[in-house]
């Protein structure tokens, strides 16, 4: 029998990957099932990575001169009904509201009262009732570009929800902006995409691949839809961000026009692009292990743990003060913008304290004993590395390399993520190894498959159509700016001019 | 004839003090109807106000421990039921989801299907859900205090709505604690009202009477409602900001428990305290004049309007780049934590341009011409002083000064409005003056009456009521740490220790 580690999460990625998942999300606290069917609760360490990604985006945002705002929650069900393929792709999964009260019953109990003349729609996307805002504040092209963007939660009733990756309510933002000329939308839209980009590769440290979706993956009413890929452990996809061309199709339905420059009325052209809380779910199975969650530092919820030990009441008060001294130098050094967040957790839990803030992924743990503070050090642990894995460092340099080593971590993290998708992606050249690469080796482990085939393929939807009946794959996006190669459909074999990135998805 | 100055928002306060305040939304560009009933779309210029109320108060909650979360927009119709005086309460406005999908329907429209098997409320507010999520997450004393706070969306289905101060859906921030003991308790109360106090005073530059609300004008379900009141230019009071103890009693209706050191069982004592965007009215009638909306700086969505002035194409480089370098150096000064925020507006659209500024209510207006340049100076109007009363500043002094100008005006406007309130508010001890305070003096003005009235109370609620009924007047507040005085209820005559203060109130 080899030696076997005990790990802080049962089951393992490698037993039981969407239970392990389950298991991260409550061992570190991120959020919980709500009694309300398909709704989360965000808890204070999650919500923390919300905070700090609604920060970092919205910087973004507004350095590229867009502007918040705030449109209703409800939506008039005429509103959903003018954009036809719009009304198919969100209709179907929808809370609707009837009813403006609750009476009293004969039983005692609280009923419906107050019917709606017109049933409102709870927002599961906001073009609509945006674009009727944009075309009252469009009549000359002088009011464009419109560039607005909202923090929202939205609503879509999904029947299978898992915590972040697909609930009935998320938050979200979504920007909509309004342009005078076709490439001045096809600009923006692709702008958003560098900026979610960024965000997901710089901050969040998970790679992703930029690309274009398929006719039958687009927004509904896009014209083009835009997407971020990123690989999960389980060597599934997950889209971390889509950025749409809208053309002129929501313009004509919302009747957004401007006067030109020469006085001719045209219809503007628009685009809309989000991120959701979502991508706390990506976090979380790019970078997780099992021993829970490891968040990368510059988007943690928090970056210390410090974690006082004193034996006797003698060593406390020394203990406590040598730790609060500790975190105000910690706390003043500059990281990335932000300041040092430390944690002072002086729960007197003995060996448990470590192992709950490994399971909550902070990215540095550092343990003060009497010890320690004789030498003037602290015994630090970092969440790249083995939980037993720990070192002794002088107190004054672990200060002065602080930000050092968490951009250590960040750029490790960063590192293992993408090594680990490029070892899981392959080109794929013959329609038998498709099949093989996507065919789980074990049927009992039928989460476990190959990961990205980059092959080719036609351009033709019955051959995409084929592979999703076939193997639950799709494609997840044809990349940006690849190189332009000849080669044979993976499907029907016919000529094809790129390789596209095929993948099981959440 | 008198000189009657032209005034930029039509009708002047004196003439139609409601339909002056939609023409200030309007002509400010804060916000406006949508074609959604009671919602309001918050534009860009009004939801920079609420970002800056958010970033003020999110700091301050943080500072006493307070940590952010997110519970479902949702409640289940019998967690309303749990407590009875808040279903009374909340129960009768309110949105009602009870189907989860829209289907075709023969004649082509889309029509509610899939009903719920419980109908589902869409939160007024959260002390239900939130009491739900806290009672699993207490179960020892040390898993108290728990400070949560919560930036949602509410919904109140409102017959007469008027944007910010009364709108089917609005923006708040909610915050719940639960605390071991009774004392806690209270004092956390008290903490966040005064952390109410210091922004409406110190940012929103509004004086507020701090206070506690009658039994019948209490929270539904709370054991005592502390309170924010201010005056409005019309003389009516406005709440600015609420904060409730709430006993025993949603701890009791959630079964929100603890073990105590002594490992008793004990119910945890809760708070809930809130405000909402309603502020934004407050600000508009607190401050706006005939001219439009006033922005204290502290709050304001931006500082400081550049606009450009120049007359041929060969001004043109010159007057944009002084104005950018201009821009440039504003927007490096600190201004109590925040920068400068600075707007060029290079429009071409001459006189309009500065009354565009002056109604959206920006502090300071800068005029930029090749004759100012030439003497190296900038040509200033202040908001808080007369349209026409603009002054030459040399262009050093102007940037060394602005952060000082800026204080200037916060206290300006702050010292304004506490005359204002100070002028119309009485002490009145007889019934025959009250009534006459409060009974318009024109007919066909009956918005204008006396103001706040300082007069006693015997603590009957019969005398409440009686006011109530003949004057729609309401006591706003017992003050807090007033002095006691003996003296006669002013509707009954009985002995009363303390005067109150009525007032007619939005």
């Known amino acids: 029998m080899g030696r076997q580690e005990k790990t802080a999460i049962t089951p393992a990625r490698a037993e039981d990957y969407p239970e392990w998942y389950q298991q991260v999300v409550n061992a570190s606290d991120l959020a919980e099932n709500s009694p309300v069917r398909g709704c989360m609760v965000i808890k204070p360490w999650g919500y923390a990575l919300w905070e700090n990604i609604r920060g970092l985006l919205d910087n973004m945002f507004k350095e590229t001169g867009v502007k918040n705002a705030y449109f209703p929650l409800f939506i008039p069900k005429r509103f959903l009904e003018k954009e036809a393929e719009h009304v198919e792709g969100f209709a179907k999964e929808c809370a609707v509201v009837t009813h403006h009260r609750l009476e009293e019953s004969e039983d005692g109990g609280l009923v419906p009262a107050g019917p709606l003349e017109e049933p409102l729609v709870v927002r599961p996307t906001s073009e609509t009732i945006i674009g009727e805002s944009f075309s009252r504040w469009v009549s000359s092209y002088r009011d464009l570009p419109l560039l607005i963007n909202q923090w929202a939660n939205v609503v879509r ?95 004509k339905a919302s009747d957004i026009k401007y006067q030109s420059a020469q006085e001719d009325e045209v219809y503007a052209w628009t685009t809309s692009w989000g991120v959701s809380t979502r991508l706390i779910g990506a976090i979380i199975m790019a970078h997780g292990d099992d021993d829970g969650l490891v968040l990368p530092p510059a988007i943690a919820s928090s970056h210390v743990a410090l974690m ?16 609060h001294t500790l975190a105000r ?5 500059d990281y990335h913008g932000r300041k040092i967040d430390v944690e002072i957790d002086d729960r007197e839990t003995g060996g448990s304290r470590g192992w709950d803030w490994i399971k909550k992924g ?123 190669e000849t080669g044979r459909c993976i499907a029907c074999g016919e000529a094809s001019v790129q390789r596209v990135v095929f993948a099981k998805a959440y």
Chains 1, 2 share one sequence.
């Open 157 to 251: 009733w999904e029947m299978r929800t898992r915590i972040f990756l697909r609930t009935t309510e998320f938050l979200w933002q979504e920007g909509h902006t309004a342009h005078a000329t076709q490439e001045e939308a096809m600009e923006r839209t692709l702008l958003m995409l560098n900026i979610y980009e960024k965000l997901v590769q710089d901050y969040l440290a998970i790679p992703v691949l930029k690309g274009e979706k398929t006719a039958s993956e687009r927004f509904p009413g896009a014209v083009n839809t835009f997407t971020l890929e990123a690989m999960m452990q389980d060597r599934k996809a997950l889209q971390a961000g889509t950025s749409h061309f809208l053309g002129q199709n929501f313009a």
């Open 308 to 323: 006082p030990i004193s034996k006797n009441t003698d060593d406390r008060d020394t203990v406590m003060d040598f730790t």
């Open 329 to 333: 130098e910690l706390g003043e050094q």
């Open 362 to 484: 902070i990215p540095v743990r550092v343990e003060i004993g009497p010890r320690d503070i004789a030498r003037n050090s602290v015994f630090v642990g970092r969440r790249d590395k083995g939980s037993r894995e720990k070192e002794s460092i002088p107190r004054d340099q672990f200060i002065k390399t602080i930000v050092q080593v968490l951009d250590e971590i960040q750029k490790n993290l960063f590192d293992r993520a993408l090594r680990f998708r490029e070892e899981n992606s392959t080109q794929i050249d013959t329609s038998n190894d498709f099949y093989a690469f996507f065919t789980p080796k074990k049927p009992e482990k039928a989460e476990i498959h190959g990961g990205f085939a980059l092959s080719h393929w036609c351009g033709n939807e019955a051959c995409e159509e084929k592979i999703k009946t076939d193997l639950s794959v799709t494609i997840r996006c044809i990349p940006l700016n690849a190189e332009k």
